[in-house]
Each structure stands twice: as structure tokens, then as C-alpha cells.
């Protein structure tokens, strides 16, 4: 046999008993707009949504999952930072006059993950800033782009993110689709209706969306939370609401069929939740269960053994980034915001909970500057009802919402719809006691510069650094 012969053999034989190189481990972040628990997945039967469904499937499925504050660019910067809208700087919506953004030194997600050599890519609705604090490197948001068009337009955002995909290069990759669906757009876009259900549904004026198969409801056939009146008014926005849910639930089934033909099913960890509670009365903006709750499915390819299982553990928004750098492996930095005490997350990764049931049951939420669902049909119909001293089949009235006790505790277990406040019953004083201990640390610990209110002021160079204000609250 000739030498050369010989030698191109054993290169044969050793590349042939090599092993390939593992997958690199990617991340696909699929975000719902003011999403709710409106899908099979969550044991509503009125609505369609069988690409939820299907991921569910393949998922651990949360039942106590929430926001850390319930308004869009708020929890949009908490989950993208891992810290509280009070410790990122985020503290109101980032658009147009309220202009709030995170502080300038906040290390970000996609900062961290672009520093790891990770590819990162954004469609849809960002909704926070500044760019320099949120950058990505793949990017068609409503920065450069029309939102409906990358946040409604399902065929657009397919086409998208089979571009990201076909760009991809060696690096593992974080993409992070966000749709505007099914998010309200009576106050903006009026002719495609109160969610913009009509948006692309092929009618006159209205657009086409090629891949979309509106699914049309009527009032009578919705499920009406418990949080919101009962009313044709509040059962149309729900029919219309559910429309645009089913338009957001057969994106993700067009999204999660491009990761498949493009070769990357095997190797992408799958997140799917919401920014906040649904946009009605004692929903969204609001801090209890109605407002801050969130689905969130957790799918990954090496945990198939917990695949359609249903995980009790509190969840956080907060633990979105702490669990997509244990995925990556990246160790969170030692870094400060201001002066020397050092940022710490107080979230955790999640990917314990893909082995087995976790002991979790605490979560924390903080409220924000943020109300606007006044305009809404639901809403104004509501004013209507108050004002003639008619029926609203509500379960509170406009004052009780309107008009809080400073202090409210719950027991969710045995008082689901959260209307009898303990908080002033002495027998749940020691629970009460803990939990307010453990609200005011997390105050602290992530540096809440109203820590001290309503009745003092943080004055930092002072001590103590409560300082009251004798204003009688």
C-alpha cells in the first residue's frame, strides 16, 4: 500500500470514530403583550389556542408565576435586567412624553450575553431604553419598524425570524420575539377595533395577513375572570381580545416551526409568558393576584422527563435572567449602579425546577406609574354604571377599587377572588409581621428609594435613615 494511501486511511478512521461537538445551547424568548391566562394551557376551554397547547406539552407549566410590577416597560426592563423597575431606573412607560428609561449603568441581559460571544436578536415590541443599556444585534422593533407590522403582522415576524435564523453563524444564539398581540389598540389604531382584531383580517382597509386564520368569538361564548364585570360590554372586549390571542398563538406555532426547519429544536431552551396582568379593571397595573399572575411555560429539550408536568413553585419575572445565564453558563458581574454597594440579584435560575418540583412559594411585585385602560369599553361602561346608580356586576365597587386599605393580606387558598383583607384580623398578626419583614428587606436589598414612604422620607446620609414626616398616615 502506498504511504500516502496508508496515512489517508487513519485520517479516515479517526474522523469517523470522533464525536461531533455537542449543539451549543440556545435561548428563544417568546413574550405575550398584557397575555393573560386566556389558553388550553391554562384550563380556559372557550379559547383556541393549540400552539400554546402543544408547547405546554413539552413544558413545565407554572401556576404561580409573576410579574415584579405589572405596567409594559416596567417588567419589559426587570425581565431583560433581572432587577426591579425601582433598581433598573424603569420606573413608568419608556415612550413618547413619559420618556422614563433605565440608569445608564445597569448591566443588561443582552449587554452580558453580547459580552459572552452570545448572538442576540430582538422582533417586536421593546419598549424600553436607553439603546446603549438594551442592545441587540439583531434588531426590527418599533425603533425601525412599524409595531404593528413586527408585533401583529405574524407572516412579517415568521419571515424575520427565519432571517435571524438563516444568519446565524457558530455563536449560540438569544432571540427574543415580542408580539404586541394581544395588547389594546382602541386608544390608537380605533379603525382595527378595541384590540386590533380587525388588523390584517383581509376586509376592506383593514390589511391582509397571509399566515393568520382569524378565529371570531362571541360575547356569550367567553370566560369572564372574576376580576371583571359582567357585562356585554367587558364580554365584546374579552370576544375581542380572545381574537387577537389566537392571532399571537398561531405566530408562536410559526415561529416555533421555523426553529424546527431551521435545525435548532433540539438544542433551544423555550420561554413563554406575558409582561403583565390583562389590560382590565383589576388587571394590569394592579398588585394583586388578577394583575401580577403570568403564564409561563419553561421548555427544554434535555428535560423531556418534566415535559406536560405542572410546577406549584413561585415563579418570578425576576428569574428570567438569572436562568438564561445558568443556561449559557455566565456568571452574573460584580458591578455597582451607584456609589459601592454592589447589584445582586434577588431572582434565581429556574432550571432546577426542569428536574424536579421546587420549594419556591415567595415572590415580590412593586408597584409603578401607569394607568390607562380608561378609554376602554369595559371601562367606560363601568363609569356609565356607577354614575346612573346602575347594577355592574362587578365584585367591588368604583370606590372600594379606587380607595385601598394601606395594608391588605390574603390567603389565596380559601379566597381565590382576594376580597376579604386579613391584614387587620390579630389572628394572622405573625404571618402578617413576616411577610411584611421580608418585603421591607427586598426594599432595601435592591435599593427601593421609597422605602420609607408614605409616612417618611429616605434621607441616606441620616440615621436612621427613615426620617418621618408626621403627616398623620
Same mark, same amino acid.
Given at each position: 500500500?502506498?504511504?500516502?494511501?496508508?496515512? *489517508?486511511?487513519?485520517?479516515?478512521?479517526?474522523?469517523?470514530?470522533?464525536?461531533?461537538?455537542?449543539?451549543?445551547?440556545?435561548?428563544?424568548?417568546?413574550?405575550?403583550?398584557?397575555?393573560?391566562?386566556?389558553?388550553?394551557?391554562?384550563?380556559?376551554?372557550?379559547?383556541?389556542?393549540?400552539?400554546?397547547?402543544?408547547?405546554?406539552?413539552?413544558?413545565?407549566?407554572?401556576?404561580?408565576?409573576?410579574?415584579?410590577?405589572?405596567?409594559?416597560?416596567?417588567?419589559?426592563?426587570?425581565?431583560?435586567?433581572?432587577?426591579?423597575?425601582?433598581?433598573?431606573?424603569?420606573?413608568?412607560?419608556?415612550?413618547?412624553?413619559?420618556?422614563?428609561?433605565?440608569?445608564?449603568?445597569?448591566?443588561?441581559?443582552?449587554?452580558?450575553?453580547?459580552?459572552?460571544?452570545?448572538?442576540?436578536?430582538?422582533?417586536?415590541?421593546?419598549?424600553?431604553?436607553?439603546?446603549?443599556?438594551?442592545?441587540?444585534?439583531?434588531?426590527?422593533?418599533?425603533?425601525?419598524?412599524?409595531?404593528?407590522?413586527?408585533?401583529?403582522?405574524?407572516?412579517?415576524?415568521?419571515?424575520?425570524?427565519?432571517?435571524?435564523?438563516?444568519?446565524?453563524?457558530?455563536?449560540?444564539?438569544?432571540?427574543?420575539?415580542?408580539?404586541?398581540?394581544?395588547?389594546?389598540?382602541?386608544?390608537?389604531?380605533?379603525?382595527?377595533?378595541?384590540?386590533?382584531?380587525?388588523?390584517?383580517?383581509?376586509?376592506?382597509?383593514?390589511?391582509?395577513?397571509?399566515?393568520?386564520?382569524?378565529?371570531?368569538?362571541?360575547?356569550?361564548?367567553?370566560?369572564?375572570?372574576?376580576?371583571?364585570?359582567?357585562?356585554?360590554?367587558?364580554?365584546?372586549?374579552?370576544?375581542?381580545?380572545?381574537?387577537?390571542?389566537?392571532?399571537?398563538?398561531?405566530?408562536?406555532?410559526?415561529?416555533?416551526?421555523?426553529?424546527?426547519?431551521?435545525?435548532?429544536?433540539?438544542?433551544?431552551?423555550?420561554?413563554?409568558?406575558?409582561?403583565?396582568?390583562?389590560?382590565?379593571?383589576?388587571?394590569?397595573?394592579?398588585?394583586?393576584?388578577?394583575?401580577?399572575?403570568?403564564?409561563?411555560?419553561?421548555?427544554?429539550?434535555?428535560?423531556?422527563?418534566?415535559?406536560?408536568?405542572?410546577?406549584?413553585?413561585?415563579?418570578?419575572?425576576?428569574?428570567?435572567?438569572?436562568?438564561?445565564?445558568?443556561?449559557?453558563?455566565?456568571?452574573?458581574?460584580?458591578?455597582?449602579?451607584?456609589?459601592?454597594?454592589?447589584?445582586?440579584?434577588?431572582?434565581?435560575?429556574?432550571?432546577?425546577?426542569?428536574?424536579?418540583?421546587?420549594?419556591?412559594?415567595?415572590?415580590?411585585?412593586?408597584?409603578?406609574?401607569?394607568?390607562?385602560?380608561?378609554?376602554?369599553?369595559?371601562?367606560?361602561?363601568?363609569?356609565?354604571?356607577?354614575?346612573?346608580?346602575?347594577?355592574?356586576?362587578?365584585?367591588?365597587?368604583?370606590?372600594?377599587?379606587?380607595?385601598?386599605?394601606?395594608?391588605?393580606?390574603?390567603?389565596?387558598?380559601?379566597?381565590?377572588?382576594?376580597?376579604?383583607?386579613?391584614?387587620?384580623?390579630?389572628?394572622?398578626?405573625?404571618?402578617?409581621?413576616?411577610?411584611?419583614?421580608?418585603?421591607?428587606?427586598?426594599?432595601?436589598?435592591?435599593?427601593?428609594?421609597?422605602?420609607?414612604?408614605?409616612?417618611?422620607?429616605?434621607?441616606?446620609?441620616?440615621?436612621?435613615?427613615?426620617?418621618?414626616?408626621?403627616?398623620? *398616615?
Amino acid at each position: 500500500m502506498r504511504p500516502w494511501a496508508l496515512a *489517508l486511511l487513519l485520517v479516515a478512521f479517526r474522523t469517523g470514530g470522533a464525536r461531533p461537538p455537542a449543539p451549543a445551547r440556545n435561548v428563544l424568548l417568546l413574550l405575550a403583550d398584557d397575555g393573560g391566562f386566556e389558553s388550553g394551557a391554562y384550563n380556559n376551554s372557550a379559547i383556541r389556542t393549540p400552539s400554546l397547547d402543544s408547547l405546554a406539552r413539552r413544558s413545565v407549566v407554572f401556576q404561580n408565576a409573576f410579574t415584579s410590577v405589572s405596567s409594559c416597560s416596567p417588567s419589559r426592563a426587570s425581565i431583560l435586567t433581572g432587577l426591579p423597575q425601582h433598581q433598573n431606573g424603569m420606573y413608568g412607560l419608556h415612550q413618547d412624553v413619559h420618556h422614563f428609561n433605565s440608569f445608564d449603568s445597569v448591566r443588561s441581559l443582552p449587554q452580558l450575553l453580547r459580552q459572552a460571544g452570545i448572538r442576540t436578536g430582538i422582533i417586536g415590541k421593546k419598549h424600553v431604553g436607553p439603546e446603549a443599556v438594551y442592545p441587540f444585534d439583531f434588531a426590527y422593533t418599533e425603533e425601525n419598524s412599524s409595531v404593528l407590522q413586527v408585533g401583529r403582522n405574524i407572516t412579517r415576524i415568521k419571515a424575520l425570524v427565519r432571517r435571524f435564523l438563516q444568519s446565524q453563524d457558530e455563536r449560540p444564539f438569544f432571540l427574543y420575539v415580542a408580539f404586541h398581540d394581544p395588547h389594546r389598540c382602541g386608544h390608537s389604531q380605533p379603525q382595527y377595533g378595541a384590540f386590533c382584531e380587525k388588523f390584517g383580517n383581509g376586509e376592506s382597509g383593514m390589511g391582509w395577513i397571509p399566515d393568520w386564520k382569524p378565529q371570531p368569538y362571541r360575547p356569550e361564548q367567553v370566560q369572564v375572570p372574576h376580576f371583571v364585570p359582567d357585562t356585554p360590554a367587558a364580554r365584546a372586549d374579552l370576544a375581542a381580545q380572545y381574537t387577537t390571542t389566537g392571532r399571537m398563538d398561531q405566530g408562536i406555532g410559526l415561529v416555533l416551526e421555523e426553529l424546527r426547519q431551521a435545525g435548532f429544536h433540539n438544542s433551544t431552551l423555550v420561554i413563554y409568558t406575558s409582561d403583565n396582568g390583562i389590560p382590565f379593571p383589576g388587571g394590569r397595573t394592579n398588585l394583586y393576584r388578577s394583575g401580577t399572575a403570568e403564564p409561563l411555560l419553561l421548555s427544554s429539550p434535555e428535560h423531556r422527563e418534566r415535559w406536560g408536568q405542572v410546577s406549584q413553585a413561585f415563579a418570578s419575572l425576576l428569574d428570567l435572567t438569572p436562568t438564561i445565564l445558568d443556561w449559557f453558563s455566565i456568571p452574573y458581574p460584580s458591578y455597582s449602579i451607584f456609589g459601592t454597594k454592589q447589584v445582586h440579584l434577588t431572582g434565581k435560575s429556574l432550571l432546577p425546577a426542569l428536574e424536579s418540583e421546587q420549594p419556591w412559594d415567595t415572590t415580590f411585585s412593586s408597584q409603578s406609574h401607569h394607568e390607562d385602560f380608561y378609554v376602554s369599553p369595559t371601562f367606560q361602561d363601568l363609569l356609565n354604571r356607577t354614575r346612573a346608580g346602575q347594577q355592574t356586576h362587578w365584585n367591588k365597587t368604583l370606590h372600594q377599587y379606587y380607595y385601598r386599605d394601606r395594608w391588605e393580606l390574603f390567603d389565596c387558598s380559601t379566597d381565590p377572588t382576594e376580597s376579604q383583607n386579613l391584614a387587620p384580623d390579630p389572628r394572622y398578626a405573625p404571618i402578617f409581621q413576616l411577610l411584611r419583614a421580608q418585603l421591607l428587606k427586598w426594599q432595601w436589598d435592591t435599593g427601593d428609594p421609597w422605602v420609607c414612604a408614605p409616612d417618611a422620607v429616605l434621607e441616606e446620609k441620616l440615621s436612621p435613615q427613615c426620617q418621618p414626616l408626621h403627616n398623620e *398616615l
